[in-house]
Every structure is written in C-alpha cells, then in structure tokens.
C-alpha cells in the first residue's frame, strides 16, 4: 500500500485548542443591566455586530435575552441570519438595510427588520411588499443614513417605521457636534412618523436623558469596553484570552530571544513559550509591551509577537510550567492605551483559533 496516498481522517476525540477565551456572563448581563438603567426610561437594545464584538453572538443574545434584552441590532444579512432560531426575528434588525431585492425578500420571509438607510433602499422594500422596517437618518456623521434634504420624499411617508434612528458621530469626546446631531435628530422626529426612536450608542447614554429617546444602542461597553470615563465606574471586564505555555527555557546572560534578538537577557532568568501570536489577534505592537497573568503575577511579554508564539518573563511565577494556562492581560481600556489599538480592534482582532 502507498502510504501517502492515505488520506487524514478526524480522530474521534480531538485534542483541545491550545488557547481559550473565557466569556464573563454575569459581566455581561451586568454591563447591559447597568447600561439599561443609565438609559433612563429609555430601553437598552444591543450590537451583536461582527459576531458579538468577537465574543460569539449567539451566545451573547442568548444571555442578554434572558436579561430583558428585546432589541439586537447586526450590520449585515449573514450576521442576522445567524441568530434565527436564537432571538425572534422581529427582534434584529440590519444596520446595512437592503442591497438588492433578493435582501428585501428575505427580510420579509424571515421576519427580520431591515434598516432603510436611503431612498433605494427604500423603494426595494416597498416593491417587496414593505412592512416594518426601521429608518436611519444621517444628522452629521456622514456614513449610512437617509440626508436631511430627502426626508420630504414621498416614498419616506409610505414607510412603516418603528424606529428611527440616527448616529452620533463623537459621543466619546465633549463635541459640539454631540448637541448638534441630538438637535436635528428632536426635529426629525417630528417630521417622520414613527413608534419609536433611538440615537445613543454606549457613551451616547453617558451624555444624559436628551440623547437617549425610546431605545439606546450600546456596543462595545457592553463587552468591557470603557467608551467615556462616565462609564468607568459601571462596566465590568467581559472577555478574558487565555493560552498554554508550550515550552519552559533557561536563558543565561547574554541569550537573546525572537526574531531580530530584540530582547537579550542581562542575568539568569527563565521565559515560558505561550501558543499565541499575531495570527491569533495578540499584534506585533504587543512585544516588549504586554503582558500575561498567572497567579496574581504580571508576565512581561519578551522580544517579538511572532505568528504563533509570544515569549514571556516566567521569573516572578516559578510555579508555571508547560501545559499551564495563562490569561493575557487584557481589560480593555488599560489595553488600549498601551497597545495604541481602539478597545474594538482588541476585541473583533481576536482570530479563528480561540474557541467561542
């Protein structure tokens, strides 16, 4: 028999992933509870865009479901698909709206509720029989959304909207723009008809009662993220990366480590191996700069992120070895500062590899 014309089969049992990501589901619950109340009498809904920021949609509505959460927004048709069977379909909604008629038709077999973000998008869903849909309305942030100009459109009044939305573009900041978008999104209001209306994102809520309407949108607090320091105070850490050492080394003075030996050891000092790297989400911009966590010690990451591999100082935890886990560290706000990623980046980066 020629051996190499024997195929691979899957083993019955396969060998766990060498990485992990472990999702806080109380954090969780508790960033929408929290931002839920911030929202006033206002509802809070929920971004489950890009795979819940990264961290698994179907897993997070569920959770957030369970909470009192009625209200998901994700940004293409894939995505919504994804949570049919999961959350009721007249409870997602499609921030990219209909492309083609074939996107409208589907909106209306599966119930879900397409965002009419211009006037063909709108005559793409009429022409498929219309229905509840919701309608964005660009104020100033000049990305999706119906302009200002084109709310007089005749096809506009023969929508059946539920909610209307607009975007803020710097809620993060203390911009006169955020006044502004609240301004002309009051006005739109009274020129469309409509049940409801939604325009805050995470720190959106932070910028009080005017901002908030009938629903708010938050994203990335919800998963850890810290938007405005208002928030601070109110969010939990939600998704914490871990990954085994694969290798223990003894390094003596003088020894360099990783591509270009950009780190070179001054003294005697032992460095674990850990299965992560750039190709896992953990950046280049990491080496020399981040660290990992294991029983209560800070790991500094050593010389270069390679693809597959990071480095670590293993001097302060004598007790880790190979076969152990260890946790990035990871709580976002602190992360993005020192990394130079957004706090989304750090989140929607995280590859493949980890299991969600």
């Known amino acids: 028999m020629d ?7 899957m083993p019955a049992d396969l060998p766990p992933p060498g990485m992990r990501l472990t999702l806080d589901h109380d954090a969780l619950i508790a960033n929408w509870q929290a931002l839920d109340r911030l929202s ?22 569920r959770l957030l479901q369970q909470a009192g959460c009625a209200d998901f927004f994700v940004a293409h048709w894939s995505e919504a698909a994804d949570l049919i069977g999961v959350v009721a379909p ?24 397409p965002v ?29 959304g119906l302009p200002l100009a084109e709310l ?13 939305l607009s975007h803020l573009a710097s809620a993060d900041e203390d911009s006169g723009l955020n006044p502004l978008q609240r301004d002309r999104w009051i006005e739109v209001r009274s020129q469309i ?9 995470s720190a959106g809520i932070a910028l009080g009662k005017s901002y908030h309407g009938d629903l708010t949108r938050p994203g990335i607090a919800l998963y850890g993220g810290v938007p405005c320091a208002a928030l601070g105070p ?11 050492v694969i290798q223990v080394r003894e390094l003596q003075p003088g020894d360099s480590i990783g591509y270009n030996a950009t780190f070179t050891a001054q003294a005697p000092m032992r460095v674990g191996v850990v299965g992560i790297g750039y190709a896992d989400g953990y950046l280049r911009c990491w080496s020399g700069k981040g660290a990992m966590l294991a029983g209560g010690a800070r790991l500094p990451v050593l010389g270069r992120v390679s693809m597959d591999m990071t ?30 990623l957004s706090q989304y980046e750090l989140l929607t980066g995280l590859g493949r590899r980890f299991p969600r």
Not at 54 to 61: D, H, I, P
Not at 157 to 164: F, H, M, T
């Open 3 to 9: 051996r190499r014309a024997i195929s691979l089969t």
């Open 40 to 61: 006033g009498t206002a509802s809070a809904g929920a971004a489950v865009k890009a795979d819940a920021y990264g961290l698994g949609a179907k897993r997070v509505a």
């Open 90 to 113: 007249g409870q997602v909604a499609v921030l990219h709206g209909p492309l083609s008629a074939a996107d409208a038709a589907f909106a209306r077999d599966t119930g879900l509720i």
């Open 116 to 144: 009419i973000n211009s006037l063909h998008q709108a005559r793409l869903w009429q022409a498929a029989g219309g229905g509840l849909c919701h309608l964005m309305v660009d104020t100033g942030i000049n990305r999706l």
């Open 152 to 164: 007089g459109d005749p096809i506009v009044a023969g929508l059946q909207i539920d909610l209307l």
């Open 193 to 201: 008809v409509h049940r409801r209306a939604s325009l805050a994102n």
């Open 234 to 244: 109110h969010i939990r850490q939600v998704a914490r990366p871990e990954a085994q």
């Open 311 to 340: 480095v670590i100082d293993l001097v302060a935890a004598s007790a880790v070895g190979e076969g152990d886990w260890v946790a990035l560290d990871y709580a976002l706000p602190e992360a993005a500062a020192l990394s130079g």
